[in-house]
Structure formats: structure tokens, C-alpha cells
């Protein structure tokens, strides 16, 4: 791999004290372990065929569900296979494709613009570029790193909603900020690992440790989690 895009987004703002213990580092450990013999095949649940898919089903799922993605994408995509085909779309005619899925209207006016500036940017290919994907309309970090390691192979964690709030649950970022956690779990966990932990974060916050109420008592992390028996969103 030539390039890392990622490497220069890696930032120091995170909690050095957290990183730095070793009682933390051995929690770590540990949920990494009990993830991977909970979750091993994790891997993103979007369906897609190409970089170009994966790209516009990253921005479909912002405040949305994968299984409502995933139900719109195949009409989307037989209508629309690729960006140049996309470019020309009214926004009205995507409209009807994804009005199932959450702040549709907005969605279908982006992904219009988005891949017009695909064309025009990137020759219609999805950039392997960190800077290049979070300039594209409708797409921020969260998107350039689900599409950065899902399409073209790099480590990245993409923090959404149930990464976030298990990092916090499990005691492995102090941080509400998105960018602060990324760079928390960073730091914590081998770069080899970071595509694994975050679909498996993801995993098992869908499924077990869910947002207003935990499955604590059936959790494979509870021998390790400071918050086990946590009964209120944070
Ligand atoms: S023990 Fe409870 S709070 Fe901790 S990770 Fe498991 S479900 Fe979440």
C-alpha cells in the first residue's frame, strides 16, 4: 500500500491518561478477544457491488437503518448504475426511489450533486482519498472511512452512533465527539483491527447492547464493561 490516506487525519486530541494505562490497554484486550470469538465473520451489513455503491449506501444510512438501505439500493442502483447516470437524475425521480429511508429528501438532492462531482472531480470513480470523499456533498468522515476500508482495504474506524456509545459504556473513550473517539479507539487497538472492531462494535450494539436497554445479562462483554447493568441511553 503506497499510501496511507489516512495516516496525516490521525489526530493527538484524544485522552492520553486513558491511553496510556495499562489497566485500559488490558480491557482492550479483552473486548477484542471476546468480539472476535462473538463476531467473527463482522463486516459491514450494507450491500454493495462496487465503490460506487458503497458510497451512496454510506450516505443513505446516515440516521437510518441498513435494513431500509438495503431495501431501496437494488431499484436505486438498477436506475441508476453509476455516477454518470446519476449526475443527470432529477432530484424528484431519486426522491421516489429512497423516500423509505430517513431525511430522504435531502439524501436525494446530495447524492444528485454528489455524483455530478464525481464526474467532474474524480472521472466518475469514487476517490481513494480521505479529503476527496468528505468533500463530496452529503459525505463526512464517518463515510470516507466506511468507504476508505470497505472498498479499498485501509484500517480505519468509522464511529457511528453504536461505536460511540459502546466505547463510552465499555469505558474506552471518555469522549461524545465522534473525531475524539475514533482517535481513542485508535490508540487503543492495533491498527490491523480497527475494520474488525467497528463492525463488531456495531454488531453488537444492534443486537445486544442497545441504546435504551442493555442485554447486559446476556452479554459476552459484561466481564469486562464498567457499566454492565447500565439501564439509560448515553
Ligand atoms: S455489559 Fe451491558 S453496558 Fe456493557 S457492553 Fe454489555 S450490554 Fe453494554
Excluded at 214 to 223: E, K, Y
Aim: hydrophobic letters at 40%; one cysteine or more; glycine letters at 4%.
Amino acid at each position: 500500500m503506497p499510501h496511507d490516506p489516512l495516516a496525516k487525519h490521525l489526530s493527538d486530541s484524544s485522552s492520553p491518561a486513558l491511553s496510556s494505562s495499562p489497566a485500559l490497554s488490558n480491557r482492550a484486550e479483552a473486548v477484542l478477544a471476546l468480539l472476535r470469538q462473538t463476531y467473527p465473520e463482522a463486516r459491514t451489513e450494507l450491500h454493495y457491488d462496487n465503490p460506487f455503491q458503497l458510497l451512496v449506501a454510506t450516505v443513505l444510512s446516515a440516521q437510518a437503518t441498513d435494513k431500509s438501505v438495503n431495501a431501496a439500493t437494488p431499484a436505486l442502483f438498477a436506475v441508476y448504475p453509476d455516477a454518470a447516470a446519476l449526475a443527470q437524475a432529477r432530484t424528484e425521480d431519486v426522491e421516489v426511489l429512497i423516500k423509505t429511508i430517513g431525511l430522504y429528501r435531502n439524501k436525494a438532492k446530495n447524492l444528485v450533486t454528489l455524483a455530478g462531482q464525481l464526474l467532474t472531480r474524480h472521472a466518475g470513480q469514487v476517490p481513494n482519498d480521505f479529503d476527496a470523499i468528505v468533500a463530496l456533498a452529503g459525505a463526512g468522515r464517518k463515510t470516507a472511512n466506511v468507504v476508505l476500508s470497505n472498498a479499498y482495504g485501509y484500517q480505519a474506524i468509522a464511529v457511528d452512533t453504536h461505536v460511540g456509545r459502546l466505547a463510552r459504556r465499555l469505558g474506552l473513550s471518555s469522549n461524545t465527539n465522534p473525531d475524539k473517539v475514533e482517535t481513542d479507539l485508535q490508540r487503543l487497538f492495533p491498527a490491523d483491527q480497527w475494520v474488525f472492531l467497528h463492525h463488531a462494535l456495531i454488531l453488537h450494539g444492534r443486537r445486544v447492547c442497545l441504546a435504551r436497554k442493555p442485554h447486559c445479562s446476556g452479554c459476552v462483554l459484561s466481564v469486562v464493561c464498567p457499566r454492565v447493568g447500565v439501564e439509560k441511553s448515553d
